[in-house]
């Protein structure tokens, strides 16, 4: 069984070389050896909470190029880079212990395919911006946070994904992955997504192009400011 489930990790290495092969300070083997080490905990955590690998796989791959010591500027730790409060959430003492992390990731993703009725791009969206702006843009209705600040004041609907850039291209990046190609800017408009399905996983999708491949090369945070 883990044998059957590591097949689709290298090709995902596959993939995820091919993306970033134009930036020549990338360095593959150190890349492998890091998948190598964390694969058997994904594997696991994939099986114990019925999740698809694919999908903890590309997270860990946008989120944090497999590194399990990263801290992002806003606060975010480890390989799946959980923020505090989530972490608290879901009972993560330490995010950068890679098996922990994992597997809290893994309930989190299936937590979240569950609220969105199994919608993998709705999913990540909120793994990135939070289920409550997702909800908000879904439903028009503004969302007050603790701090004070208002997530979509105006009421915009987006069918989900919110209208930050940081947001859609961390949502076109994983399905890029988990669909085996790179992804190219996407429209505003609703209608330039379409659904597929890979076995037993139906995906949301963006376009994607294998002709642009920058998407990858950016180092910014997986978590945004709410406007």
């Known amino acids: 069984m883990f044998q059957k489930l590591l097949c689709p990790t290298l090709m995902l290495v596959c993939v ?7 930036n020549a300070h990338y360095d593959h083997r150190l890349l492998q050896e890091r998948v190598n080490r964390l694969e058997p905990y994904i594997v696991a955590a994939a099986l114990r909470h019925r999740v698809d690998p694919r999908i903890l796989r590309a997270i860990c791959f946008v989120e944090s190029r497999y590194r399990i010591d990263v801290v992002s500027p806003k606060g975010a730790r480890g390989p799946m880079q959980f923020m505090p409060a989530t972490a608290a959430r879901y009972g993560l003492r330490d995010p950068h212990n890679p098996e922990q992390a994992i597997d809290a990731a893994a309930r989190y993703v299936r937590d979240l395919l569950k ?4 919608r ?4 990540l969206a909120a793994y990135n911006a939070g289920e409550g702006a997702v909800i908000s843009f879904m439903t028009g209705k503004p969302l007050l946070l603790r701090d004070g600040r208002i997530v979509n ?6 069918g989900g994904i919110p209208p930050y850039a940081e947001t859609r291209e961390y949502v076109r990046s994983v399905l890029a992955l988990l669909n085996g190609t790179t992804a190219r800017p996407v429209e505003r408009n609703a209608q330039s997504m379409r659904s597929v399905t890979r076995r037993d996983l139906t995906i949301d999708v963006f376009d994607v ?6 998407i990858f090369f950016r180092r910014a945070s997986s978590f945004i400011e709410v406007h």
């Open 209 to 214: 192009s294998e002709s642009t491949q920058k």
């Open 115 to 118: 609220k969105f009725d199994g």
């Open 16 to 22: 995820a070389v091919t993306v970033v092969g134009q």
């Open 120 to 123: 993998v791009d709705l999913a």
């Open 153 to 158: 004041v105006r009421g915009v609907v987006t």
